[in-house]
């Protein structure tokens, strides 16, 4: 499951790689129902610490950390 840790390590890992084109990326990830929303929802809590706000739970999740963004979607269903 990816969760905060993983984005922190993996941003860490492409800002240190030297041969890795930085300039505009993005990484995607797609995630099932359940793994998206608690990854939304740990994120929020995270970066509103200070209570701001009510929870709601977004489609996309875009973060950036450092120079690495990260794009994660729901998993579609076939």
């Known amino acids: 499951m990816l969760n905060y ?3 922190i390590e993996i941003a860490s890992a492409i ?4 041969d890795i084109v930085k300039e ?3 990484l995607q990830y797609e995630l099932g129902e359940k793994n998206h929303k608690k990854l939304d929802e ?5 970066t509103n610490q200070n209570g701001g ?3 709601s739970h977004q489609e996309i ?4 950390i ?5 794009k994660i979607i729901k998993k579609k269903l076939k």
């Open 24 to 26: 505009g990326l993005t």
């Open 53 to 55: 706000g009510e929870f």
């Open 66 to 70: 450092g120079i690495v963004n990260f």
């Open 5 to 7: 840790q993983n984005l």
């Open 61 to 64: 999740i875009e973060v950036s």
């Open 15 to 18: 800002t240190e790689a030297g």
């Open 42 to 46: 740990d994120l929020f809590y995270r």
